[in-house]
């Protein structure tokens, strides 16, 4: 501890002492904030208490006065435990009859145990996955930066074609519950007044259907993954996704014939210029730039969605080494950016308006153009990330990378 204890502890080693161990979100600066001026010593320090300023002194003073026995957690004061999973472990080992442990050759085994309080102050943050549906696919762009912002990181995006609703899959932290703050409460009004920047409150339904929905808790998440993404997701494996059985690292099958695909498009007689153009994002557009928590993709996105260009399809995947040359040939990517999209997720969105394929370079760099501070900002953005963008002005290549995806 600090010399600043060293007369409290003196005193304290005169006198009855109470120890006690508290856990809640925060719980240093609510704890501090309580006791600090409530407490005084009438031996004039400034306090009869000593406490913990980090989470390394709480373990070690935990450890010194307490066993791990005579812990225990009230579960009633716990009430976001329906946002975490449950207690789990890795065991490889087998019990012989004599009674002694042995490493086993049988695949690793997961089990869930009671986690004593000492040893979950040792255990390291678990990414969790929860999953966002909206129908706002008109703010795709806004969305997706507003998901950045909050350092969720997407591992899984497609749009069902039943509701053609856009649905997220984020990665985090606490992420059941961070999401649920990010999305903000039902009630619209209640999101307004007291939510102003929750994403209901931002993006607000015309209509009395709300246009989000989000897991609310752990378990939700577990089925509405199953049931948005029964392929997996685009992430690494974790002891949660091992134990609910979910895939991950999903790559698409890129069987590059039609007749393998379900894509239709839109044609509209009244609009004979309308057409679509398949985007693809490489790996390294959806990286987070170093000075600020935003992908360049999320960027692009929004720039292009600004352009009138309408979402039509989207999804997030990956690539195998024995795909791309196939992919190489439709998309005519030279080597070096090839091999960027190996084993690493990348975005593929299908936008549509009049003279999509043809002119989507022009069309970019002509709203670019204009003398305002956010257009300089656009062409700064397509002056460094254009040429990364993957698309072709050849309309019967374009129908041929949709049905490739989607």
């Given at each position: 501890g600090s010399h600043q204890w060293k007369s409290d502890i003196q005193y304290l080693q005169t006198v009855p002492m109470i120890a006690v161990l508290v856990r809640a979100i925060n719980a240093f600066s609510i704890t501090k904030e309580l006791l600090n001026g409530n407490l005084r010593s009438k031996h004039g320090q400034d306090s009869t208490f000593i406490m913990s300023e980090t989470p390394e002194h709480a373990y070690k003073l935990a450890s010194l006065l307490f066993?791990?026995?005579?812990?225990?957690?009230?579960?009633?004061?716990?009430?976001?435990?329906?946002?975490?999973?449950?207690?789990?472990?890795?065991?490889?080992?087998?019990?012989?009859?004599?009674?002694?442990?042995?490493?086993?050759?049988?695949p690793e085994r997961l089990v869930y145990q009671s986690e004593g309080i000492l040893k979950s102050m040792l255990a390291?943050?678990?990414?969790?996955?929860?999953?966002?549906?909206?129908?706002?696919?008109q703010h795709f762009g806004k969305i997706f930066k507003r998901i950045e912002q909050e350092e969720f990181t997407v591992v899984g995006l497609r749009i069902t074609r039943?509701?053609?609703?856009?649905?997220?899959?984020?990665?985090?932290?606490?992420?059941?519950?961070?999401?649920l703050q990010l999305v903000g409460p039902?009630?619209?009004?209640?999101?307004?007044?007291?939510?102003?920047?929750?994403?209901?409150?931002?993006?607000?339904?015309?209509?009395?259907?709300?246009?989000?929905?989000v897991s609310e808790t752990y378990a939700d998440s577990v089925l509405d993954i199953k049931k948005y993404f029964p392929e997996g997701l685009c992430c690494a494996n974790t002891l949660d996704l091992q134990a609910e059985g979910i895939a991950h690292s999903y790559v698409d099958p890129l069987p590059l014939t039609a007749s393998q695909r379900s894509y239709t498009s839109r044609p509209d007689i009244r609009k004979p210029l309308l057409q679509n153009v398949?985007?693809?994002?490489?790996?390294?557009?959806?990286?987070?730039?170093?000075?600020?928590?935003?992908?360049?993709?999320?960027k692009l996105i929004t720039l292009i969605q600004s352009c009138q260009f309408e979402v039509i399809n989207?999804?997030?995947?990956?690539?195998?080494?024995?795909?791309?040359?196939?992919?190489?040939?439709?998309?005519?990517?030279?080597?070096?950016?090839?091999?960027?999209?190996?084993?690493?997720?990348?975005l593929v969105i299908v936008f549509q308006r009049e003279n999509a394929a043809?002119?989507?370079?022009?069309?970019?760099?002509?709203?670019?153009?204009?003398?305002?501070?956010?257009?300089?900002?656009?062409?700064?953005?397509?002056?460094?990330?254009?040429?990364?963008?993957?698309?072709?002005?050849?309309?019967?290549?374009?129908?041929?990378?949709?049905?490739?995806?989607?």
């Open positions: 066993f791990e026995k005579e812990l225990y957690s009230d579960e009633i004061m716990r009430p976001k435990q329906l946002h975490l999973p449950p207690p789990r472990t890795h065991v490889n080992s087998i019990i012989s009859k004599e009674g002694r442990h042995h490493l086993s050759d049988l390291p943050p678990r990414l969790l996955s929860s999953i966002l549906v909206t129908s706002q696919v039943d509701s053609d609703a856009l649905v997220f899959c984020v990665q985090a932290e606490n992420a059941i519950y961070k999401l039902k009630d619209p009004r209640d999101a307004k007044i007291n939510f102003q920047f929750s994403l209901r409150a931002s993006f607000p339904s015309t209509s009395s259907t709300d246009n989000f929905y398949c985007v693809v994002f490489p790996p390294d557009l959806l990286r987070f730039a170093k000075h600020i928590r935003l992908s360049p993709a999320s989207a999804k997030l995947l990956r690539i195998q080494t024995n795909q791309i040359p196939s992919f190489r040939k439709l998309f005519k990517v030279h080597y070096e950016l090839s091999q960027t999209f190996v084993n690493r997720p990348c043809s002119c989507f370079t022009q069309i970019l760099r002509g709203f670019s153009n204009t003398n305002n501070k956010t257009s300089l900002n656009n062409k700064d953005l397509l002056d460094s990330y254009e040429h990364m963008m993957l698309h072709s002005t050849n309309k019967n290549l374009v129908h041929e990378q949709n049905q490739v995806f989607f």
